[in-house]
């Protein structure tokens, strides 16, 4: 069964081999893992003329040239004589050697390659991963270490002399359907699912290191706490009428003093903000944008007329006057 979907991490446009290739041979590099019949070791035959057809550019000598752009980066792994082609570190990212449904699928694909170069890459990738490698290290691949010479694509080598047989198409993916692919220009995904920095093409990746959980749990004010930049702007911008400087050194000692479970907060900045507003609130009442006359004791300290209504609005003036004129007038209807 041929694969259906693969995917493709963004991270691999931060990984610096990767954008060291031309256009081309990125182009072909995505193109090749995301062909329906790659196996669960990331190996294709090669089909350069099915390849060239993918674009209207695209020619067979154009397709030739990037696998050797590839080959020379190390991205892949091609055996001329046997019409293969490896995906390198393919398993290693796709990261479904972990799954014990996938692990055989993965090593039955890579028992039936035949090329004798791409069963070393694959040996070499699974020793790494600590796969079994029975079938797959056979007397020529153990013999030789991975970089050893390789039978590969000749610089003039003609496209004709390529036999378009697709001969591994689907054999390593029959079990499970799907195969997920993914180059080796990226690592695998932690639970959240936020990409890491990519290791190069050839380098393991190290264990990420899981995230610091945020503490809900909270604080007292500390003792060389201070309003940030930030908080005086916020203050500025709100008007207030009251001395800030003054209430911010009740603020202050007042959490510095206190005890028992109010005295822990989250988020002191947001305490700060409410503590203000709050401050403004306790004013006294404003009216007519002046404030209300309030007696310090007793009604023998009430204000007079003259006080009150030099303590006025003029909206409010106007209003007396005219109460006060209409009352004439009724006072002389009466007479």
């Not at 193109?31 to 990331?42: E, K, M």
């Not at 694959?122 to 039978?151: I, K, M, Y």
């Not at 603020?251 to 479970?261: I, N, V």
């Not at 507003?277 to 209300?292: C, S, T, V």
């Amino acid at each position: 069964m041929s694969r259906r979907y693969a995917n493709i991490l963004t991270a691999i446009w931060r990984n610096d081999d990767f954008r060291a290739l031309t256009g081309g041979g990125q182009r072909l590099f995505l193109l090749l893992c995301t062909q329906p019949d790659i196996s669960a070791a990331g190996v294709l035959s090669l089909n350069i003329k099915r390849w060239s057809r993918c674009a209207k550019d695209t020619t067979p000598q154009s397709i030739v040239k990037d696998l050797q752009e590839l080959e020379a980066g190390r991205f892949i792994v091609v055996d001329g004589d046997t019409e293969e082609l490896l995906v390198r570190s393919f398993v290693r990212w796709d990261n479904g050697y972990g799954n014990p449904k996938r692990r055989p699928v993965i090593i039955r694909a890579a028992q039936e390659v035949e090329s004798a170069a791409i069963r070393r890459s694959l040996t070499s990738e699974f020793n790494r991963l600590g796969l079994p490698v029975e079938g797959v290290d056979d007397s020529l691949s153990a013999s030789l270490p991975d970089s050893a010479p390789r039978p590969s694509l000749p610089p003039q080598q003609p496209v004709e002399s390529f036999s378009q047989v697709n001969s591994l198409s689907g054999s390593a993916s029959a079990s499970d359907g799907v195969v997920v692919s993914q180059g080796p220009y990226v690592s695998p995904q932690p639970s959240n699912h936020n990409p890491q920095t990519q290791p190069s093409a050839e380098t393991p990746a190290a264990p990420s290191a899981p995230a610091p959980a945020k503490s809900k749990r909270g604080t007292r004010l500390p003792e060389d706490w201070k309003p940030t930049q930030r908080l005086h702007g916020w203050a500025a911008g709100k008007h207030f009428s009251f001395d800030l400087d003054r209430e911010n050194e009740k603020f202050c000692l007042h959490w510095w003093s206190a005890t028992g479970k109010g005295a822990t907060k989250l988020n002191w900045d947001m305490a700060w903000q409410k503590w203000m507003l709050q401050a403004e609130d306790q004013l006294p009442a404003r009216r007519g944008g002046h404030l209300r006359p309030v007696p310090s004791r007793g009604k023998d300290l009430a204000p007079t007329a003259g006080d009150l209504a030099s303590s006025q609005s003029p909206a409010d003036r106007g209003m007396a006057a005219a109460l006060d004129l209409a009352a004439r007038f009724k006072d002389r209807s009466v007479s």
